[in-house]
């Protein structure tokens, strides 16, 4: 997934993005304001002060504010590019490994046909427990 290099504020929330691959591409911003932390980004002058985050690869605000990589790449290009790997090394947002699941489980579902069935049936079955060979007695 190529890291975001570029990042240009625009009018209306919306973002220019540019990825270190060359590909570019607008951002509709507003989708993903919602908690606290989004907030101050209603505000223009706050909202223009969007940076690249060099370690992380994406975008941020002073507050922390920040979009996962891997969503904006999407929303930009309509390349989907989450995997699991990806979403726990950037720990998006502070996401736990079912919330990650949430979004990578449709993408998987959709291109094996049933792979978000199958791994709820596999949470839901209960452990086998480990049983012993019974000792003979001399």
């Not at 992380?56 to 929303?75: F, H, K, M, Q, R």
Request: charged share 30%; net charge positive; proline share 7%.
């Amino acid at each position: 997934m190529p890291d975001i290099v570029a990042v240009r504020p625009q009018n209306d929330l919306k973002l220019w993005i540019e990825f270190e691959n060359g590909e570019s591409g607008m951002l509709d911003v507003r989708p993903h304001i919602k908690g606290p932390v989004f907030l101050p980004l209603l505000d223009e002058k706050f909202f223009a002060r969007v940076r690249v985050d060099e370690e992380t690869g994406t975008i941020a605000w002073p507050n922390g504010a920040d979009l996962c990589s891997d969503v904006i790449y999407y929303e930009v290009t309509g390349k989907k590019t989450m995997t699991r790997k990806r979403l726990e090394r950037l720990s998006c947002h502070g996401q736990k490994t079912e919330e990650a699941d949430r979004q990578i489980l449709p993408v998987q579902a959709r291109k094996s046909g049933g792979v978000q069935v199958q791994r709820a049936a596999a949470k839901k079955a209960p452990k086998a427990k480990p049983t012993r060979a019974p000792v003979s007695k001399k």
